[in-house]
């Protein structure tokens, strides 16, 4: 067995333990994801001005405070649970991006950079409040396609990793995928590429 194996065995045993109640699992969570977690964190940062005042150690650190408290869910396994990372990760930095306009009230947007691997926009730099409601309004039409956007797009898991996550065929995935780039783009006024 390699590492990886090793790894995912290991927090979905912890995520069992939560689940059981023990609470002193909680600690152990962190020393194993931290790293997936800051990778995460750079890759969104990957093309971020370098004046931006959220790092990504920091950026790591408070969504895991937030994740802590969310660990009462049920996680099936270690990919559902960077799926929730991902999502969170996107909810700080919108808060970051809200209290930085209020501050500055009339000059840009804050813009974030997200990896450009997995991108549904012709260009990566993007509004992460727009990007925001843009996913909201997505998830108030189609959940499954905003699901699929915070899999894909956020968490930078593979067509095979999300339809097995959300219990449909990759083709699906494929197809939802595509659509949801598309509705991505005309709602945040990008012209198709």
Same mark, same amino acid.
């Given at each position: 067995?390699? /590492?990886?194996?090793?790894?995912?065995?290991?927090?979905?045993?912890?995520?069992?333990?939560?689940?059981?109640?023990?609470?002193?699992?909680?600690?152990?969570?962190?020393?194993?994801?931290?790293?997936?977690?800051?990778?995460?964190?750079?890759?969104?940062?990957?093309?971020?001005?370098?004046?931006?005042?959220?790092?990504?150690?920091?950026?790591?650190? @408070?969504?895991?405070?937030?994740?802590?408290?969310?660990?009462?869910?049920?996680?099936?396994?270690?990919?559902?649970?960077?799926?929730?990372?991902?999502?969170?990760?996107?909810?700080?930095?919108?808060?970051?991006?809200?209290?930085?306009?209020? @501050?500055?009230?009339?000059?840009?947007?804050?813009?974030?950079?997200?990896?450009?691997?997995?991108?549904?926009?012709?260009?990566?730099?993007?509004?992460?409040?727009?990007?925001?409601?843009?996913?909201?309004?997505?998830?108030?039409?189609?959940?499954?396609?905003?699901?699929?956007?915070?899999?894909?797009?956020? /968490?930078?898991?593979?067509?095979?990793?999300?339809?097995?996550?959300?219990?449909?065929?990759?083709?699906?995935?494929?197809?939802?995928?595509?659509?949801?780039?598309?509705?991505?783009?005309?709602?945040?006024?990008?012209?198709?590429?």
């Amino acid at each position: 067995m390699n /590492s990886q194996d090793d790894r995912e065995q290991s927090l979905t045993a912890i995520l069992a333990r939560v689940d059981e109640g023990d609470q002193r699992a909680v600690q152990d969570i962190l020393p194993i994801v931290y790293d997936e977690l800051r990778s995460m964190a750079t890759a969104m940062f990957s093309n971020e001005r370098t004046e931006h005042t959220l790092q990504p150690t920091a950026l790591v650190h @408070e969504a895991y405070l937030r994740l802590a408290s969310r660990l009462n869910e049920r996680f099936r396994d270690r990919r559902q649970f960077f799926a929730l990372a991902a999502k969170v990760m996107r909810q700080v930095l919108t808060d970051h991006a809200r209290a930085a306009r209020a @501050e500055k009230r009339g000059r840009d947007w804050t813009r974030v950079t997200l990896n450009p691997v997995v991108t549904p926009l012709s260009t990566c730099d993007v509004d992460i409040e727009a990007l925001d409601a843009a996913m909201r309004k997505l998830a108030a039409l189609n959940a499954r396609h905003a699901q699929i956007v915070e899999y894909r797009f956020l /968490s930078g898991f593979t067509v095979e990793e999300v339809a097995d996550l959300i219990n449909v065929s990759t083709r699906t995935v494929e197809l939802d995928w595509r659509a949801a780039r598309a509705w991505l783009r005309l709602e945040l006024g990008e012209s198709n590429s």
